[in-house]
């Protein structure tokens, strides 16, 4: 059952006897003074059984706000059991006795699992978001920039025969009657051996020879066993064993795989899993010469008041994680009223700046989006668009196909007659898919050195809103004020991915596997950063409400 505070505090309170010494307007003061408020026992109670069965728990109030100083100073849970024993400050926050023992650092785990198996798995975010409301901090801020960066996970990269091994490995362990099915049928590899296999890694045929090996063996067990019945952990182990007998290997030169003959492939697969450890973590890279490996968190932010009004963790590769798509979520969010600035106080209509009132951003001026070149895509400025809102973006580079010659920019598109002109003054039809192809005219076209290369001649491929794509373009080399304004409040942003990113000048390594636990890291770690903004303002709490002293 759910336990409770002492209502007349702890023999030896810490805030009591030492609660002059935490400094005033930190985490922990507030902490202190507001957890209560903060994270009500209300908000948590249908975590536990009926009053009356079972032990009382931890009070809700204490774990949620260890919970929150844990992920502000990316802590391990033995570090922040250590530091709920020892140090002041943390029994302070927390209300507990200078004598308290603290707690076991799985009590953590348990709460985490236990919350994140809830129906409301991100409640210390939705806590802190529903004081942004209520304080206005955002109240008639109608600006959002966007930015992501890549976290390190918290496993070691894999290499092909490594993740042969382990995934047949886990098979044995989560699939029942695997291990047997496998000492039977599989026999390049002794499986239950750890470590990798002998062989001399220094001979190109020994190592062929091994991959074909394991990868046989793969292939043998996924067809050996049913994967009908199966629970969603043993499932998964199966199609992981799959999965990566398949995306690091080809034939061998001379075979098509039907004689056994494999090699490791002389490229890289696209979403490749690097891990059997951690399947969700991926290779990403930041140029062509930085790769990393991990998952990538995406935020939106207000650039003058540094609050996250959204994020978001999601597999540092695949279309559907890229920034673009990351950021059309984070617009539908806004106008469902989702946004963490999306109402003014507890829910009440919001007002712009001129005083003028409004709904879940309506009857409001339009949000101004700042994004940098990665989210210049159309499919994103039409989103916007369609929205009702501005794109202040900055365009994505053109690349000509000739060095110095013409880019797309230098045909003329008449999209109502549905015709390109080249800067040559030949025009040919746009088809359905929006081809347009020159061919034979650019033959005996005295521009063609500087237009193209190819001896089929130029062929433009034209994106359905290539308008705006080209309005962007020529808004920003027009000298209009976009770029000031972009330059103005854009680089704002890097500050809020810094504090998510880092701490105390180093970069931070996730802690948990998986896009869903990891997730939830970054939901806590955002509002542990809202909170810690909003004390910086002035946060208090009179006649039941929040709100800021400036």
Known sequence: MQGFERAGGELLDAAALAGHLVPAGSMFAFLAAHRAEMFADADYADLFAPPGVGRPSLPATQMAAVMTLQVLHDFSDRETAEAVRFDVRWKVAIGASLADAGFDPSSLVYWRNRIARSKRPHRVNDAVRRVIEETGVLRGRRRRAVD??????AVATQDTVTQLVSAIRKVAREVPGAAEKIAQVCTGHDYSEPGKPKIDWDDPRAKEALVSALVNDANTLVAALDGEGLDERAAGALALVALVAGQDVEPAEGSDGRDGRWRIARK????????????????TRKS?????????????ADPETGIITDEKLTRAAGQDNSDPAVAGEFLAAEAAGDGAGATGAAGQPSRDAAGHGGHGGSRQEPLAWYG???YGTGDLRDAIEKAGHQAVIKPKPLRPAVEGGFTVDDFTVSEDQGTVTCPAGSTVPLSRTRVATFGALC????LRERCTTCKTGRKLVLHPRDDLLRAARADWAAGSGLRKDYMARRPNVE????????????????????????????????????????IGRGLTRGDGAWALAT
């Open 148 to 153: 992501s960066t890549i976290l390190a996970d």
């Open 268 to 283: 890289v697969a696209e979403d490749r899993t690097i891990s059997t450890v951690d399947p969700d973590a991926r290779h």
């Open 288 to 300: 062509p010469e930085a790769r990393r490996d991990g998952y990538r968190a995406h935020l939106a």
């Open 372 to 374: 940098d070149s990665s």
């Open 443 to 446: 033959r005996d076209c005295p």
């Open 495 to 534: 500050r809020a991915i810094a504090q998510v990113a880092t701490w105390r000048g180093r970069r931070l390594k996730l802690r948990y596997r998986g896009v869903t636990r990891n997730h939830a890291w970054l939901k806590r770690r955002t509002a542990a950063l809202n909170l810690r903004n909003l």
